[in-house]
């Protein structure tokens, strides 16, 4: 397929992104790493009459831990979140995360924000974003702002992003003493998208769970965090049984999505499965 026609610019920071971004209002979208945009265009699902690529702008491209969080530019692609020295020793997870996207050449070009803001429902990142408790920075008509992870989904391809705002930063906290995190996915054959994937935090201290948090994409219109089985973890120890227990109809089917890669049903499943082997791996990780 063969798009519409679109002009193109290329915008030299934030800043002038924000400004076309303005003056074109609807009719304008970011180009960064094409993945999903482009597709959606030659589908005609999108027909921007503008595309501004915000692929030059440096600013976006830096991997840096301070303060205790794990800072990603939102141009950061998932290849670089794969291989990246820094993200491993702060934020293993989310190496093992980024390696699992689509194929090589999805993974060289697609960026953590282009992912985080197209929010796309069997994306792997948001599963991330919810159990890890990462911020969202984003920088629009009236200035810079930091959204909660757990309020940037909020529907089927929507986000918390306002109209003009650019991502510019996705931060994670790094992982302290007995934290550890894992996420484990059932992938798609053919795409390689999330049937359902799920991202497991925990910290524990002597044997007991002092919190919990599942992040679940891919089965709903848009990730969730799985609140329930959470709080029936936190306080006891993370062995099988517990936590076999505690995932237990951890999504209702009526919730759930349903299309030729698997039913509500069959997703409700996946989601004890992939939690629970996550949970595991995470439990034995944090010691
Ligand atoms: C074959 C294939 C397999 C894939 N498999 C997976 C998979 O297994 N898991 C997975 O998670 N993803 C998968 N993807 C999606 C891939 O990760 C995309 O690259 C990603 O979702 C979008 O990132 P992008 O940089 O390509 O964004 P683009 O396609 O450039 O943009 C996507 C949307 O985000 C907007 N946008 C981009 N950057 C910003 C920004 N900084 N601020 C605000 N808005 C912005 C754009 O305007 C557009 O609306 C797959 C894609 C393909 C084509």
């Known amino acids: ?29 970011l180009l960064a790493g094409g993945h999903s945009l482009i597709p959606a265009m030659k589908l005609r699902l999108s027909a921007p009459a503008l595309l501004i690529d915000v692929t030059g702008i440096d600013a976006l491209k830096e991997i840096s831990a301070s303060d205790g969080r794990l800072h990603l530019g939102a141009l950061v692609t998932h290849r670089q979140v794969e291989h990246s020295d820094v993200v491993r020793a702060k934020c293993r997870v989310l190496s093992q995360a980024a390696a699992l996207i689509g194929d090589p050449q999805v993974r060289n070009r697609g960026t953590i924000g282009g992912s985080l803001a197209h929010a796309d429902p069997s994306a792997d990142y948001p599963a991330l974003v919810l159990a890890l408790n990462a911020q969202i920075e984003a920088t629009g008509p009236n200035g810079s702002r930091t959204i909660a992870g757990e309020d940037f989904f909020t529907g089927l391809f929507e986000t918390a992003l306002e109209e003009g705002e650019v991502i510019t930063k996705v931060s994670f906290p790094v992982l302290g003493e007995g934290e550890a995190a894992a996420y484990q996915k059932f992938a798609n054959a053919a795409s390689r998208y999330a049937l359902v994937g799920v991202a497991a935090w925990v910290k524990m201290s002597g044997g007991t769970a002092e919190a919990v948090r599942l992040g679940v994409t891919g089965a709903a219109p848009s990730a969730f965090r799985a609140t329930s089985a959470e709080q029936a973890l936190q306080g006891g120890p993370l062995d099988e049984d ?39 791996k995470a439990a034995k990780h944090a010691g």
């Open 1 to 29: 397929m063969i798009p519409n026609t679109f002009d193109y610019a290329r915008a030299g920071s934030v800043s002038e992104a924000v400004s076309l971004l303005q003056q074109h209002g609807d009719d304008a979208k």
């Open 242 to 280: 517990t936590i076999a227990d505690a995932v237990r109809d951890l999504a209702d089917p009526n919730e759930l999505m349903s299309d030729l890669g698997g039913s509500a049903s069959y997703r409700a499943h996946l989601c004890e499965v992939m939690a629970k082997r996550a949970l595991l």
